[in-house]
């Protein structure tokens, strides 16, 4: 059985890592144009004794989805 501070210790490297994957995303939509103003970890899934952090890309203008799925759209043919 884990201690509480084991559990505390693996709660704390969840959030870190899902605060490391909104970092990633970010860098990486900034890298091709796209902004997502709400991009963040969903607070919510952060509560309680063991969380379990969700990403959360939030919501966009019609033409930040537009950017994003041209860009998706692309690379999808670049690899086929």
């Known amino acids: 059985m884990k201690t509480a501070t084991e559990r505390h210790e693996e709660a704390v490297g969840r959030v870190r890592a899902a605060e490391d994957a ?3 995303l970010r860098s990486g939509f900034t890298g091709v144009g796209v902004k997502l103003p709400s ?3 969903d607070p919510v899934s952060c509560a309680g004794n063991e969380p379990a ?5 939030g919501r966009c203008s019609i033409e930040t989805a537009l950017r994003l799925s041209a860009l998706l759209e692309a690379k999808a043919a670049h690899d086929s």
């Open 53 to 57: 952090p969700l990403v959360d890309l």
């Open 22 to 24: 909104v970092a990633r």
């Open 39 to 41: 991009l963040r970890i």
